[in-house]
């Protein structure tokens, strides 16, 4: 879910899709539980503010359905269930599968007729791999075959108790249309397209590459290609009496010295600050907070960043991660890392995860080896 497909993560591609549906009124994404900060983000970046939830699924695709439907609202009529991995679809094979639900016993699935001649014959991991020789067995008449693909729409309540019926029987399946004609009725075709593919394979990615780059291509409404930009900062402070110590925002009471500066001196936030201006194009952090107005005398550095986060924001960037190295001979930065990364997360509007602070001696050599200061690298993405 989290390959890059032309600039953006796949499920942005299929989140986006659902976003330019006007039949779907609410989106709700299922993933282990890793990975829901990194989902979240996603959803907010291209779920087109249709995301209402990022819930922990189970250990088969029929669990996180299951647990899926629980996080729907009982006044919701209909719901489509679609497999992250078909990030090809598009917003009208999506209503069309709505409307046919609609219209057809409550339910409907996207598929496509086999064209492929079928037979029956050996299929085990060996010859997957490409050793061994398998046999044709009987040929399968293919005349009345559909490849089941999703989106598969459903009434909801209905969907709801098939799933709980299934449960009870201890019955497994692929799909939530077998499960819904098993105990109902009969599901809605609508015919799809085989560019509907489900990415499972690495080559499956590069297919899956074209036929969005040839939409696009095609298509000037479609949104443009994610603009990625890499800024570094760089900041040097040295030590003083008489001043605390602040450092990505946190206070370091136990330290007999602080940074000498016009502000906090918080060398770095400065270097994020930096990066993040130079990444964008806008300057620097002397331009923006010049240390010769007074207005920024002993200012936190943390509303430095947050004005930063600003300027960004109104400019469309959105901050990907941040990477950040100091060099100092004290005070200890790891016991408060963590705290660091989380303050600076939350000014971003990022999960700490995608903060990295690192740190390291100059061993012994130059002013950061002598102890006379501090010094902080930072690298960060942006992206519109």
Not at 106 to 111: F, N
Not at 266 to 285: E, F, K, N, T, Y
Not at 326 to 338: F, S, Y
Request: proline letters at 5%.
């Amino acid at each position: 879910m989290f390959a890059p497909l032309l600039g953006r993560p796949l499920l942005g591609w299929t989140l986006q899709a659902f976003a330019d549906c006007d039949a779907v009124d609410a989106v709700i994404i299922i993933g282990s539980e890793p990975d829901l900060p990194r989902l979240r983000e996603i959803g907010e970046q291209f779920g087109g503010g249709k995301v209402v939830g990022v819930v922990t699924g189970g250990g088969t695709r029929q669990e996180s359905v299951r647990l899926g439907l629980s996080a729907i609202p009982e006044t919701a009529t209909h719901v489509a269930v679609h497999d992250a991995a078909r990030c090809c679809v598009t917003p009208e094979l999506i209503a069309h599968t709505v409307v046919a639900a609609k219209n057809s016993h409550g339910a409907a699935t996207a598929a496509y007729p086999v064209s492929d001649s079928l037979a029956r014959g050996e299929r085990n991991n060996t010859l997957q791999s490409g050793a061994g020789i398998a046999l044709l067995g009987e040929y399968v008449d293919r005349a009345a075959l559909w490849s089941v693909q999703t989106p598969q729409t459903f009434d909801a309540a209905l969907l709801r108790h098939a799933h709980q019926y299934a449960l009870d029987e201890g019955l497994a399946a692929t799909d939530d249309a077998s499960f819904y004609q098993r105990y109902f009725f009969h599901v809605a075709i609508v015919p799809a397209s085989p560019e509907n593919i489900k990415v499972t394979r690495p080559e499956d990615l590069e297919l899956a590459e074209a036929i969005l780059a040839r939409r696009l291509a095609k298509s000037s409404s479609t949104p443009s290609v994610s603009t990625f930009r890499v800024g570094h900062g760089y900041d040097v402070h040295q030590f003083a009496v008489g001043r605390p110590l602040w450092l990505g925002g946190v206070h370091f009471v136990e330290s007999p010295v602080g940074l000498l500066g016009h502000s906090d001196a918080d060398a770095l936030l400065h270097a994020v600050c930096d990066a993040l201006l130079g990444a964008a194009g806008m300057g620097d952090i002397g331009v923006l907070f010049p240390p010769s107005d007074m207005a920024h005398k002993d200012r936190r550095s943390i509303e430095f960043l947050d004005e930063v986060k600003a300027r960004l924001d109104a400019e469309g960037w959105r901050v990907g991660n941040v990477d950040i190295s100091v060099l100092a001979e004290m005070p200890k930065i790891a016991p408060r890392a963590g705290t660091i990364r989380e303050t600076i997360a939350v000014s971003l509007g990022i999960s700490a995860d995608a903060v990295s602070v690192k740190a390291t001696t100059n061993e012994k050599m130059g002013f950061v080896g002598r102890g006379e200061g501090i010094a902080v690298h930072a690298t960060v993405l942006i992206q519109r």
